[in-house]
């Protein structure tokens, strides 16, 4: 079964366009890096999909259902943590993840049980009632994939999840999010990390320019082009230049 369906989707701010015609079909079981450089329209994508954004044209279904007639059903399938996800300050923990489950048609005191446990396997405990503002980023990020997690949806959609977490909280996700797609979940994984995304994910969709550039298994791609690491693959794709080394006194102009 296909969990996410792309047809012709596209959104555009102004004159600007940040996603462009993308079509694309992911099936269930499967962890998908989604790559772009800045501004190539992923977090866009994202967004469209998770009901936070209305496309301009062409539309997409989460798990069968239509994101433009859909909003709720969608909703009640996806698990989302933004990039830059924020919290209710005043809320305790506890409070915030009551919440979530309240919204997702959970029973509060079973949503309560499935935080402590998934925020003990993050090696975060006894917190639950301190301030959420009173947390750090990592701390915070930790509580919004709890949050995303809690009423076990069949698609998962991260940007930029790492951010923020320690190493030890990075391998935990990481290996977690390997085990939710071989459970049967349909997991997309936006980062600049290609190392994370090659270590752990089957497939990779590329974009640029908000157009689909590529889009298949990692092992394909790397053996399309002779092997090389997936950063030089992605700025060879994408046409950037990394850059030469430039000495500081150049970039500071000429000299001390």
Same mark, same amino acid.
């Given at each position: 079964?296909?969990?996410?369906?792309?047809?012709?989707?596209?959104?555009?701010?102004?004159?600007?366009?940040?996603?462009?015609?993308?079509?694309?079909?992911?099936?269930?079981?499967?962890?998908?890096?989604?790559?772009?450089?800045?501004?190539?329209?992923?977090?866009?994508?994202?967004?469209?999909?998770?009901?936070?954004?209305?496309?301009?044209?062409?539309?997409?279904?989460?798990?069968?259902?239509?994101?433009?007639?859909?909003?709720?059903?969608?909703?009640?399938k996806l698990g989302y943590v933004p990039e830059h996800g924020a919290v209710y300050e005043g809320l305790t923990a506890r409070e915030y993840l009551e919440l979530a489950a309240l919204l997702h048609d959970l029973d509060p005191q079973v949503g309560l049980g499935r935080a402590?446990?998934?925020?003990?396997?993050?090696?975060?405990?006894?917190?639950?009632?301190?301030?959420?503002?009173?947390?750090?980023?990592?701390?915070?990020?930790?509580?919004?994939?709890?949050?995303?997690?809690?009423?076990?949806? =069949?698609?998962?959609?991260?940007?930029?999840? @790492?951010?923020?977490? $320690?190493?030890? /909280?990075?391998?935990?996700? #990481? &290996? *977690? !999010?390997?085990?939710?797609?071989?459970?049967?979940?349909?997991?997309?994984?936006?980062?600049?990390?290609?190392?994370?995304?090659?270590?752990?994910?089957?497939?990779?969709?590329?974009?640029?320019?908000?157009?689909?550039?590529?889009?298949?298994?990692?092992?394909?791609?790397?053996?399309?082009?002779?092997?090389? =690491?997936?950063?030089?693959?992605?700025?060879? @794709?994408?046409?950037? $230049?990394?850059? /030469?080394?430039?000495?500081? #006194? &150049? *970039? !500071?102009?000429?000299?001390?």
């Amino acid at each position: 079964m296909m969990m996410l369906e792309l047809a012709g989707l596209r959104r555009c701010f102004d004159d600007v366009v940040a996603v462009d015609r993308l079509d694309l079909a992911l099936p269930a079981g499967c962890l998908v890096g989604l790559l772009g450089a800045n501004g190539a329209g992923k977090t866009t994508t994202l967004d469209l999909l998770a009901t936070l954004l209305a496309p301009t044209a062409g539309t997409a279904r989460v798990a069968g259902h239509d994101i433009r007639t859909e909003v709720m059903a969608v909703r009640r399938k996806l698990g989302y943590v933004p990039e830059h996800g924020a919290v209710y300050e005043g809320l305790t923990a506890r409070e915030y993840l009551e919440l979530a489950a309240l919204l997702h048609d959970l029973d509060p005191q079973v949503g309560l049980g499935r935080a402590e446990r998934i925020l003990a396997h993050f090696a975060l405990t006894g917190v639950l009632d301190d301030r959420l503002a009173s947390f750090s980023k990592g701390m915070r990020r930790k509580v919004l994939v709890t949050a995303a997690l809690l009423h076990d949806p =069949p698609v998962l959609l991260l940007d930029e999840p @790492m951010d923020g977490l $320690d190493v030890a /909280s990075q391998r935990r996700l #990481a &290996d *977690l !999010l390997v085990q939710l797609a071989a459970g049967g979940k349909t997991v997309v994984y936006s980062s600049h990390v290609l190392q994370q995304v090659e270590e752990i994910c089957q497939r990779l969709v590329l974009i640029h320019e908000g157009r689909l550039l590529w889009h298949g298994e990692v092992a394909d791609l790397r053996r399309e082009h002779g092997g090389a =690491p997936l950063t030089d693959i992605f700025l060879r @794709m994408t046409h950037q $230049d990394s850059g /030469s080394t430039v000495a500081w #006194a &150049d *970039l !500071l102009g000429g000299g001390a």
